[in-house]
């Protein structure tokens, strides 16, 4: 299949050693994005390695290095040794339809080039990365993947990627996820510059909280849970602010925070220095405050 002779010789192997060990004890995937070596995989595979090689299509064996790591996409950038390698050509995530032709190349099991075809079979999904938080606007196909897939392509019709294959559902058949190449397009220029992705933050430990129906009717507010602030970390924004526990966030700048993930998409890295508003009930009463968001600590 020409899609398959286009794009499989940019897919990778990734072993790795953890720090301390002179033997591999994980193993994943990855595709080359670049010819002067850059690759991405998943934050997971890579995690705590000490050491990292590639194996390439042809069996060739490259070391590499952790450029950034970013959990709350669990998207990683490799830099491959080397240099003219065969990169693979990145597709528009967004213009995907349910339905269509998906293939996934990887090595699943240590097995090298590993080809399986589905569809596209939801999008817009949202999935649980390893650090507790939602990776947002994932793939899911139908595409087999096996542990050792995770960091391979995921690949449309035309060739061109447009996932990273990142889970599956442990028990269930045809259910696995793949974060969209779009995702890594915006987080690679900061993983290159900085190695991470910064992120805003105001330094509270929080809870989604339903709301009673007629407490939300008396104050005419459009949803029905908010953010109970069960922790203020001191001398954070939050705890400038004059935010207490018991606490409930309503709204970030007019959005509405109806859950903790709701606030973790609206702390971008566009509101860090920047005065927020936050509408806050308390005592039954909406309060509003006003605080200025910092970049969330490593």
């Given at each position: 299949?020409?899609v ?25 995937s990855?595709v ?11 934050n997971?595979?890579?995690r705590?390695?000490?050491r ?11 070391r ?24 693979a050509?990145l ?12 293939i996934?190349i990887?090595n699943?099991?240590g ?12 999008l ?18 139908d595409?087999?993947l096996n ?9 449309n ?8 294959n ?6 269930a ?11 890594a397009?915006?987080?690679?220029p900061?993983l ?11 330094g ?17 507010l459009s949803?029905?849970?908010?953010v109970?602030?069960?922790g ?13 526990v018991g606490d409930v966030v309503l ?19 566009e ?7 936050l509408d ?10 006003g605080?200025?968001v ?5």
């Amino acid at each position: 299949m020409r899609v398959v002779d286009e794009t499989g010789p940019a897919v990778i192997g990734v072993r790795r050693a953890s720090r301390g060990r002179d033997l591999y004890d994980g193993a994943g995937s990855g595709v080359i994005i670049s010819p002067d070596g850059y690759a991405l995989t998943n934050n997971h595979v890579v995690r705590g390695a000490g050491r990292i090689e590639a194996v390439l299509n042809d069996g060739s064996v490259a070391r590499a290095e952790i450029v950034g790591g970013d959990p709350d996409t669990d998207l990683a950038l490799l830099r491959l040794a080397g240099g003219s390698h065969a990169a693979a050509q990145l597709g528009d995530s967004d213009e995907l339809r349910v339905g269509e032709l998906s293939i996934a190349i990887g090595n699943p099991l240590g097995l090298q080039a590993t080809v399986t075809v589905g569809v596209i079979s939801a999008l817009r999904r949202t999935l649980r990365g390893e650090n507790g938080r939602l990776i947002e606007d994932v793939i899911q196909t139908d595409a087999a993947l096996n542990p050792g897939n995770s960091g391979g392509a995921l690949v449309n019709a035309n060739g061109a990627v447009v996932g990273v294959n990142t889970a599956i559902i442990g028990g269930a058949q045809g259910l696995c996820f793949a974060a969209p190449i779009n995702t890594a397009k915006r987080i690679i220029p900061e993983l290159m510059r900085d190695g991470r992705v910064a992120r805003g933050w105001f330094g509270i430990a929080g809870q989604t909280q339903d709301l009673a129906r007629a407490l939300t009717r008396r104050l005419g507010l459009s949803g029905d849970s908010g953010v109970l602030v069960a922790g203020v970390s001191a001398g954070a924004p939050a705890d400038a602010a004059g935010l207490r526990v018991g606490d409930v966030v309503l709204a970030l700048d007019g959005e509405a925070t109806s859950s903790v993930d709701a606030i973790h998409r609206l702390l971008t890295r566009e509101r860090i220095g920047k005065r927020v508003t936050l509408d806050v009930l308390r005592d039954g009463a909406i309060v509003r405050l006003g605080l200025q968001v910092v970049e969330r600590p490593a």
